[in-house]
């Protein structure tokens, strides 16, 4: 499965870049997360649960190395899931562009995925790894927004509605 | 064999309908034991990995659970399984055996290959264990791919092999160079087969049971080769044959995937079962199925073709790639089925065939109705269209100018067939059968109105009409044992299984002919080893030709048992006797005679005593083995419409001409050729397992794996030859596989032929709608170029376009 795409942040590319590096902000934001834990400067561990077709609550056991950290322009993440239902393996390349005020991210991941969640739940891998990637980002998008009012409550009054959402 | 008032040939209800309709037939899952516990299989997910390390403590621990084995658990019943099927001994063949393990030890090879077995008091529980398993698998690229496979620096499915080419052969006959260099027209093409599965209604299921007071383990198995079972059983696990009884009951369809022997899971409870003293029992989910049952049909063929300017085959060279998957246990039944099952009804002089088997780390091929045989007929019936295509000559005229004469019988085509004889077709009459289809399909009036008229209102419609050889009836041999028992009723005991062929009532008929009785009368037991415990099994449609026959000699040693019985108690010469009705009487005195009940209840007396050199009963028993298979052969002719807007592709009529030489039951004949034209249909254009490049089956549910449904298929249209095979007493011919062999080669004529306009060259199977429609898209933008490039031949996605 490979996911790829682009998302617009309302906020400089150290303030993403800190969200992103962020367990407590991930492990919220991330779809089905029960828990994600920094185990190490580059490393998390945690568990999630997802739903794929005919699969309704799979548990995956989750590792996440990161890798080629230049902050704050990009990163590489490994990725290893694990569960009773299949698993998940592969890299996501993450790169924060300056877009004037906002930040872009671009993002391409390349998952191999097995198990009952291939064999049975393909169809819908596609569209599922998708929307949870674009419900993860809105989450930390929101967060975003959060922060920078908590910090600076005027300034994201002038700036209105036109916070965060995706652009691709 | 057959007559008038015969009761070979007769239509006749089948004997099994009642107990099968009614739900009073046995299968495996309706064996239920006291003290029964159930079994769970943790499987691969990973396509090709090093297994580390497997942990069953956790397992072990939950309640419920009584035992969770890995490799090393079994001891010395841990070994590969046996090499089922020796090599065709073909000169200069080169065979690497690799066959499967029970539980998988250092390397996983497929997904779906056993790696642990959990034993408890229900299959949930078992179920909800496989969680607990901790399986440590470092994943190692795929080999999925067949060419890729072989080229130097792929990744090893079987490390000690150095390549993952499992096997190399090459058959040739005449001079192909010279066929070639003689040639007025050459047609070189590529050809894909793809993977289906056989999915048989009923699953695989095992229940294995070890008596101890009587020491015997009884194995109720869905196996359609119970007596090898048996056997293999009793050698792997130090018993006698006598101590292990293998019963193959009503099965739900085999199609052959349940002859492969062994699956890990009939070793595995077996030994089990003997392990633990209590019954066990496992039945494969239908997710199982997909991964865990065997598979079949990926091969890739480069093939040419050599013909003269009137369409005269000179010659055929054909190289092709078979996919074994991750172990080659079937030997190579399948690619030298397919190699000698493309040289069809036709004469062919010259021809040159050489096949790799490649290893894949995908789940196991062995033998799928039709063995590799539809492969061979779509290449060959695909390369005759197209040459047909190119000289301007009509796709039946061109069959019509190559078949094999009557007079050319028996015919010996000068390579080896899969049961290690030379191929040589013991009769055929193939004219009359295409002469026949063409007509039943109004094949002439289609072509010169129909279709244009259709295509004037916007309807795209196409005919096709193909033709195949089925060999069948191979050896070695099958055994019957016929009993007239004291209330009149005659037994059949024979040691083939049964998985819907009707058995129950082909055998009673044959039997019944001899015996002059009503077949409703004779009971018939197969595939249970203590009934009957010699025989190799049911495959090849070979049931009704070789079992048959078995059973005709029985019932025929029988006949003479009663009549020189009743010669002695009616004092008159057997000459003057008839046996009819089921009695013996006097032929000038109809009230003078005994019942066969009576007889053989006289045949088994308490006291006196039975003469010297005689045997008490009537009962006889008695094999047959021919000496190589007999060759039915068929035509096929079907009609469809396409839709070229959504590639969809609708059959409207399907005709069948098919030639199994005598006929025992034509209902039956009827039941597998419908049964196998859906089948055929299915692998032509709905079934295809689809595997990423990491060697993952990306649709193993019925949601996502098409099978055709009633509205797919239509009332196959039915006629029978007649042309006796010469090698059994019978005159029979197989007809289990007929069915499917031809039709993805007819939808594909058809499918060209609806599109005539578009120059659409169908060279693989499975199609879709949606392979169909990128098919059809490419063949556009191929006509536009031609017609851009002024007529050059374009052919996108051809590897090698006419050559003359």
Known sequence: VIVQGTYSFNGTRQAVWDLLLDADVIGHAMPGAKRLDRVAPDRYEGLMHVGIGPITAAEFTLVIALRDLDAPRSYVMEVDGRGRFGFTRGTAEVTLHHDGPATTMSYRADLMVGGKIASVGQRLLDTVSRMLTRRGLDAVASELTRRLEALQPSEQERSGDDAGGPAA | ????????????????????????????????????????????????????????????????????????????????????????????????????????????????????????????????????????????????????????????????????????????????????????????????????????????????????????????????????????????????????????????????????????EEVCLAWAALHLGRPLKWIEDRQENFTATTQERAQIHDAELAVTRDGRILGVRDRFLHDCGAYDTYGLTIPINTQCTLLGLYDVPSYESEFSVVFTNRTLVTPVRGAGRQHGVFVMERLLDIAARGLGLDPVEIRRRNYLRPDQFPHDHGILFQDSAPLVYDSGDYLPALEQAAAMIGYDRFKREEQARARAGGRHLGVGIVSYVEGTGIGPYEGARVTVEPGGTVHVATGVGTQGQGHYTSFAQIVAQSLGVDPAVVEVTTGDTRVFGWGTGTFASRGAVVAGSACHEAARRVRSKVLALASELLAVPVSALALEQGRVFVRAEPARGLSLGDLAGRANPLRGAVKPGTEPGLEATAYFGPDRGSTASGVHAILVEVDPETAMVKVLRYVVVHDCGTVINPAIVEGQIQGGVAQGIGNAFFEQLKYDEHGQLLNASFMDYLLPTSLDVPAVEIAHGHTASPLNPLGAKGVGEAGCIPTGAAFAQAIDDALGPLGLEIREIPLSPSRLFELIEAARLGATARASRDGAAVRPAAPAGETA
């Not at chain 2, 658990?73 to 063949?93: E, F, H, I, Q, S």
């Not at chain 2, 150095?162 to 010279?178: F, I, M, P, T, Y």
């Not at chain 2, 869905?222 to 050698?235: E, K």
């Open chain 2, 1 to 264: 064999m057959t007559g008038p008032g015969g009761v070979i040939g007769r239509r006749q209800v089948r004997n099994e309908d009642a107990r099968l309709l009614t739900g009073r037939a046995l299968f495996v899952d309706d064996v239920r034991l006291p003290g029964m516990l159930h079994v769970a299989f943790l499987r691969s997910e990973h396509a090709h990995g090093r297994l580390r390390m497997v942990d069953g403590s956790a397992a072990r621990r939950r309640p419920g659970v009584v035992a969770v084995y890995t490799a090393p658990d079994l001891g010395d019943a841990w070994r590969p399984g046996p090499l089922l099927v020796a090599p065709v001994p073909v000169p200069g063949a080169v065979f690497h055996e690799a066959t499967q393990v029970p539980l998988a030890r250092d390397k996983v090879r497929h997904c779906g290959e056993p790696i642990a077995m959990v034993v408890a008091d229900s299959r949930y529980l078992a179920e909800d264990a496989l969680g607990d398993i901790v399986a440590d698998i470092e994943p190692l690229e795929a080999v999925v791919e067949l060419e890729a496979a072989l080229r130097a620096g792929a990744p090893l499915v079987h490390d000690h092999l150095g390549s993952n080419l499992a096997a190399h052969v090459v058959q040739r006959k005449g001079d192909w160079a010279r066929a070639r260099a003689d040639a007025d027209h050459l047609v070189a093409r590529r050809f894909h087969y793809d993977r289906g599965a056989a999915a048989a209604l009923e699953n695989r299921g095992i229940v294995a049971h070890w008596d101890a007071r009587a020491e015997e383990l009884t194995v109720w198995d869905t196996t359609q080769a119970p007596i090898p079972i048996r056997n293999g059983l009793a050698q792997m696990l130090g018993l006698s044959q006598s101590q292990v009884r293998v019963v193959a009951p009503f099965i739900g369809g085999g199609f052959g995937p349940k002859i492969m022997m062994f699956y890990p």
